[in-house]
């Protein structure tokens, strides 16, 4: 049930994690949106020094969250994040959860507000995989890193990498980083990498900062 | 509340079994305490329990600070005979929220309350008589000033944690800006910064009641056959309904009448609904134990309660502990709103202090704290938070 929610399969999620903790320096100030049980969090804190804050909905993961030890705010990304204060943090990680809010540009302002750099992962609909089942099939995809049947999907948005960019161009993003994730590699330099990345992370930040 | 198998006292593995009522007398002349008021208050005997045992690095210890008008009989019984188990029994014991097999729980009656602690039914030394409406003014910090002496007495440094809802999380606050290094934790439950204009304006038609109480003669009403007991009983029902949701009125008795099935058209029938009925239960129940001018004292005291006037902004008085914080509200909870406690935790964060915060959707309003079946969920979190409170303190 938890795992439908937030996190793609296991081995995808340790890369995430990885990839993601890679980009953040030691002892920074993180938030992690769609926190789930902690995870990342808790090793943020023990390996890398970092003071965490996670932000989670489910009562469930909220729970895993204070077992280990996380400090975690139950709230919901859609309704806003106003009760943190502005330039609380230096790193806000928005891990496979902004196709799932309902107007991901106010929610990516929220976040450049309270952090100083966004690290967004998101799927890229743009996956060679999902373009063939499309126009092959003729139905809505299902893959192994989106693997929800429509019905069931908690993906309210769907967006490839091209279309991320455009995003970032209409809230005025800097763009600091992209890194395609293909295969189990995060790749810097890719050939193709709207077609063969099934999901991809953004550094973002304000221009001017 | 009682469960559907019944233990005694001796047998429950979960209850914390016969507990005594404690005392010390503390602040003795000269070295009285100077209240917030100014005027000077000693010697002052604080009434307390205390559940589980100490450890040899007297690390393990948690308070509990009661709300308005509890006391400090949290958990198990004083006598086996006793009707009901202390007012948290649910939630402290062996293995529960606050599990007592593993933490040394203190609770103290507040100052100026009715339950053992020094107040206005306490003998004046200095007339021999209940000091009555002639007890100091006190405020929140004088309550909290009291029972860090007696946490000075137990012989305990920091305490591993300070608990409270309404009321007590007032305290909590206060413990945290005034005692910083005395705390590893707080946990402040269905509570805020300061009571609300609407909670004052509850608190005021109380206590209106009670003054217009022929028999409440001034606050000299201890020698007197009869007591306003009409007053109190009808502050109570008023604060009671503040403590209620429209949800848990509507669930618990709805528009049910009490001894028909008809309206009877009669003005004079007071009691026709239930909710009614529960009302008038409460209010008489509640002058069986408590004191009409400690009513007065302690509502006062609450309405007084800023945080910030008396520190500061919190963001700074709040930066002073190195505390993890748990803030809780309740979904129904209209006395304190979970903006109010959401004000506390965008405080904190502010502050860059380590900070959870969780609203448990509840229809029992302010006074979900204290029912047992919302107790499991406040239990899921308050245990690890104070687990790991205490684990991580270990480490160091």
Known sequence: ?209 | MVTDIEHTPETDPRSVGLVEKQSVTLFHPPHELTLEGDKSLGPITIAYETYGQLNDAKDNAIFICHALTGDAHVAGRRRPEDRKPGWWDAFVGPGKGIDTSKYFVVCANVLGGCQGTTGPTSLSPATGEPYGINFPFLTIADIVRVHKALVDYLGIERLLGVVGGSLGGMQVLEWAARYPDSIRSAVILASGPRLSPQGIAFNAVGRRAIFTDPRFRDGDYYGQEDKPQFGLALARMIAHITYLSEKSIEMKFGRRLQHSNELTYDLQRETEFQIESYLHYQGKRFVERFDANSYLLLTRAMDYFDLEEAHGPMRESLARTDARFLVVSYTTDWLFPTSQSREIVSALLDARRDVTFLELDSPHGHDAFLIESELPMLHDVVSPFFDVTYASHARH
């Open chain 1, 1 to 209: 049930m938890c795992a439908k929610r937030l996190h793609m399969p296991d081995p995808l999620d340790v890369l995430t994690d990885e990839l993601i903790m890679s980009q953040i320096e030691r002892g920074s100030r993180v938030i992690d949106l769609g926190c789930g049980d902690g995870r990342l969090l808790n090793r943020l804190k023990v390996e890398h020094d970092c003071s965490v804050l996670g932000v989670e909905l489910d009562y469930k993961q909220f729970v895993a969250c204070v077992t280990r030890g996380v400090p975690v705010l139950q709230a919901n990304l859609n309704k806003g994040l106003e009760d943190i204060p502005s330039g609380s943090f230096d790193f806000a990680v928005f891990s496979q959860t902004l196709q799932q809010v309902y107007r991901p540009l106010a929610v990516l302002e929220e976040i450049l507000r309270i952090a100083r750099r966004a690290l967004v992962v998101v799927p890229n609909f743009g996956h060679w995989k999902v373009r063939l089942q499309v126009v092959m099939q003729g139905r809505a995809p299902v893959t192994d890193s989106l693997p929800y049947e429509w019905f069931e999907s908690p993906n309210v948005h769907f967006l490839t990498m091209r279309d991320f960019r455009d995003l970032a161009m209409r809230g005025n993003f800097r763009i600091v980083n992209e890194l395609p994730i293909i295969g189990n590699r995060a790749v810097g330099q890719a050939w193709l990498p709207n077609l063969r990345a099934h999901s991809a992370l953004y550094v973002l930040e304000r221009p001017g900062d």
